[in-house]
């Protein structure tokens, strides 16, 4: 009995984990200041690095500054030197690489280009490069998976498009550029903290301008896909089948952007799709305590039925949305009934 307990508790989390619910933390995997250049080319993660001092050591007598983590399904990184360096090296495997300029960066020698504070850089797995960067650099990394570029891809109409085929230097709008800054500084925090639909756009802009400028013309997704995205979301959850709802699966199936559906959403009911679904639960779990026997379930049963582990967060929720506390909810089933 215990072991089945367990094992009904473990599926639980891994449907929390699964709904649009759950919002990831950020899991720094790197923090530090290097004072040598071998350092931090040996102790750096998923990068095989070889850098070569041009310069002195700078006054402070750090080389850099480098943070690296994940968050959901992309990780990054955020950099600053304050050397002159020569870079080379091979980046992570499997993963495609966007570097955007920080505030402080204006040019950057390339693989044998000139770049300037607007270009967006592109790294290659298993393709090597080389760099040199003056006493200033800092930059923003966002790594993909290959397969996740293919997703994106197919949301502009291109699903078989080979990434190797486009240019590895791209501009971007200035508006793109500061909202990419402004969306990524938060790796200079003390804790920092994202939101994925904010993650997913921004990485979709990007590769939407990165597409265009290869001569690759993006179109957009037709009103009708989020419809029928939105749709079967509704019928999922008139069916009492909330929990294939897993809303970064749905879109993926119909080649649609959590942001499109976020939009879709907004415009109908005026909320998002994740408040959407979690009120739905809300609503499920007041019903059940409204009919429960207190001396035969507990609001924690209730709750984990319908996907809520946190017990603080829920409560909170719970009291918010009905002015009440579950537990006030489940008491006065017995005087009403």
Same mark, same amino acid.
């Given at each position: 009995?215990?072991?089945?307990?367990?094992?009904?508790?473990?599926?639980?989390?891994?449907?929390?984990?699964?709904?649009?619910?759950?919002?990831?933390?950020?899991?720094?995997?790197?923090?530090?200041?290097?004072?040598?250049?071998?350092?931090?080319?040996?102790?750096?993660?998923?990068?095989?690095?070889?850098?070569?001092?041009?310069?002195?050591?700078?006054?402070?007598?750090?080389?850099?500054?480098?943070?690296?983590?994940?968050?959901?399904?992309?990780?990054?990184?955020?950099?600053?030197?304050?050397?002159?360096?020569?870079?080379?090296?091979?980046?992570?495997?499997?993963?495609?690489?966007?570097?955007?300029?920080?505030?402080?960066?204006?040019?950057?020698?390339?693989?044998?280009?000139?770049?300037?504070?607007?270009?967006?850089?592109?790294?290659?797995?298993?393709?090597?490069?080389?760099?040199?960067?003056?006493?200033?650099?800092?930059?923003?990394?966002?790594?993909?998976?290959?397969?996740?570029?293919?997703?994106?891809?197919?949301?502009?109409?291109?699903?078989?498009?080979?990434?190797?085929?486009?240019?590895?230097?791209?501009?971007?709008?200035?508006?793109?550029?500061?909202?990419?800054?402004?969306?990524?500084?938060?790796?200079?925090?003390?804790?920092?903290?994202?939101?994925?639909?904010?993650?997913?756009?921004?990485?979709?802009?990007?590769?939407?301008?990165?597409?265009?400028?290869?001569?690759?013309?993006?179109?957009?997704?037709?009103?009708?896909?989020?419809?029928?995205?939105?749709?079967?979301?509704?019928?999922?959850? &008139?069916?009492?089948? +909330?929990?294939? #709802?897993?809303?970064?699966?749905?879109?993926?199936? *119909?080649?649609?952007? =959590? %942001?499109? @559906?976020?939009?879709?959403?907004? &415009?109908?009911?005026? +909320?998002?799709? #994740?408040?959407?679904?979690?009120?739905?639960?809300? *609503?499920?779990?007041? =019903? %059940?305590? @409204?009919?429960?026997?207190?001396?035969?379930?507990?609001?924690?049963?209730?709750?984990?039925?319908?996907?809520?582990?946190?017990?603080?967060?829920?409560?909170?929720?719970?009291?918010?949305?009905?002015?009440?506390?579950?537990?006030?909810?489940?008491?006065?089933?017995?005087?009403?009934?």
């Amino acid at each position: 009995m215990m072991q089945s307990g367990m094992i009904e508790i473990a599926k639980q989390k891994v449907a929390l984990l699964d709904s649009p619910l759950y919002q990831p933390a950020f899991q720094a995997t790197l923090v530090a200041d290097f004072r040598h250049v071998d350092q931090l080319c040996h102790e750096v993660q998923n990068w095989d690095l070889q850098f070569q001092p041009l310069t002195a050591l700078s006054e402070n007598g750090r080389v850099a500054h480098l943070l690296q983590g994940a968050f959901a399904e992309f990780e990054l990184s955020y950099a600053r030197f304050h050397q002159n360096l020569d870079q080379r090296g091979a980046p992570p495997p499997g993963k495609l690489t966007f570097t955007i300029p920080g505030p402080t960066m204006s040019r950057l020698w390339w693989c044998g280009k000139e770049t300037t504070f607007d270009s967006i850089l592109v790294y290659y797995p298993g393709v090597e490069w080389r760099s040199i960067s003056g006493s200033d650099f800092e930059v923003y990394l966002v790594s993909i998976n290959l397969a996740d570029f293919a997703r994106y891809a197919a949301r502009f109409g291109a699903p078989d498009l080979d990434p190797y085929r486009l240019q590895t230097i791209f501009k971007v709008p200035d508006a793109l550029l500061k909202r990419a800054q402004k969306v990524l500084c938060s790796l200079n925090s003390p804790a920092p903290q994202f939101d994925t639909l904010t993650l997913d756009a921004l990485v979709e802009d990007l590769i939407g301008c990165w597409l265009a400028q290869t001569g690759l013309h993006p179109r957009s997704v037709a009103v009708h896909t989020s419809g029928r995205v939105l749709s079967q979301i509704l019928e999922l959850i &008139d069916a009492g089948e +909330i929990e294939d #709802a897993r809303l970064p699966d749905l879109c993926a199936e *119909a080649g649609l952007s =959590r %942001r499109a @559906l976020e939009i879709a959403f907004k &415009d109908r009911f005026g +909320i998002g799709p #994740a408040a959407f679904i979690k009120s739905w639960r809300l *609503a499920q779990t007041r =019903r %059940r305590l @409204l009919v429960a026997n207190p001396g035969e379930i507990t609001v924690a049963d209730v709750m984990a039925d319908q996907g809520f582990l946190h017990v603080g967060q829920f409560a909170m929720d719970y009291k918010r949305w009905f002015q009440e506390l579950p537990s006030q909810t489940l008491r006065s089933s017995v005087t009403s009934s």
